[in-house]
């Protein structure tokens, strides 16, 4: 595609619910990465992928968080337990490789919402 | 704890003024950084980066770094009212992570 789309766009559920939020990269970038953002804060780092392979997950905040790049391309960011700390924007971008200072390219975001 | 660090404002600035924002890092081991401009409710987008102290010029926006002082900025000149937006400021870690400060909100009045 012409950039990077998530899906959900939104995303309502309980305390307790099991979600997961889709991230599909630009064509071609290798490099994929999750973040998350609260209102009037910066995204905070959460994994990043080269490839297949995470290269860094050392910003999920707890085991209830992982994601998946099964084939390289699209990937899956998993929550389990969600709590009401969780809701936030999960941010996803891509690069075209992983070397320092690559632009990172921003999908629009999944707003997640735990009641 | 590495941290960027920038003033949440807002700053407001008239129509065709120049529009000064500022950044501090604390990671004397940063190597690049990046100016974002995020417009409420949509996902960042990159506005510059710059890797060498100095500054770099892209239209109207110059960034301007100074790795001793461990501050980068960005200006914006003839500030338009569609430049309103918060304006995130991120860089790299030793892992070549970005680390983002919290952004600052810019208003610019016609």
């Known amino acids: 595609g012409a950039g990077v789309s998530q899906t959900p766009s939104n995303k309502v559920t309980e305390k307790g619910k099991y979600v997961e939020l889709r991230c599909d990269p630009i064509?071609?970038?290798?490099?994929l990465y999750w973040y998350r953002q609260s209102l009037g804060q910066g995204p905070e780092f959460l994994i990043y992928?080269?490839?297949?392979?995470?290269?860094?997950d050392s910003g999920l905040p707890n085991d209830r968080f992982f994601a998946v790049r099964p084939e390289g391309s699209v990937s899956t960011l998993k929550i389990q337990r969600t709590e009401r700390g969780d809701s936030a924007v999960y941010l996803c971008?891509?690069?075209?490789?992983?070397?320092?200072?690559?632009?990172?390219?921003f999908g629009p975001g999944t707003r997640l919402t735990v009641l | 704890q590495k941290e960027v660090e920038q003033n949440s404002g807002p700053l407001s600035v008239p129509e065709g003024a120049i529009a000064s924002l500022n950044c501090t890092y604390s990671d004397r081991g940063s190597q690049s950084f990046f100016w974002y401009r995020q417009y409420s409710g949509k996902s960042p987008e990159l506005i510059m980066f710059i890797y060498s102290n100095g500054d770099k010029e892209d239209g109207r926006f110059t960034a301007q770094l100074n790795k001793a002082s461990q501050y980068v900025s960005l200006l914006i000149r003839d500030s338009q009212p569609s430049d309103s937006a918060t304006y995130l400021c991120a860089v790299t870690d030793s892992n070549y992570q970005l680390i983002w400060g919290a952004g600052t909100k810019l208003i610019i009045k016609p």
């Open positions: 992928f080269q490839g297949t392979g995470a290269a860094d």
């Open positions: 971008a891509s690069s075209q490789t992983a070397a320092p200072g690559d632009t990172q390219y």
């Open positions: 064509s071609g970038h290798t490099a």
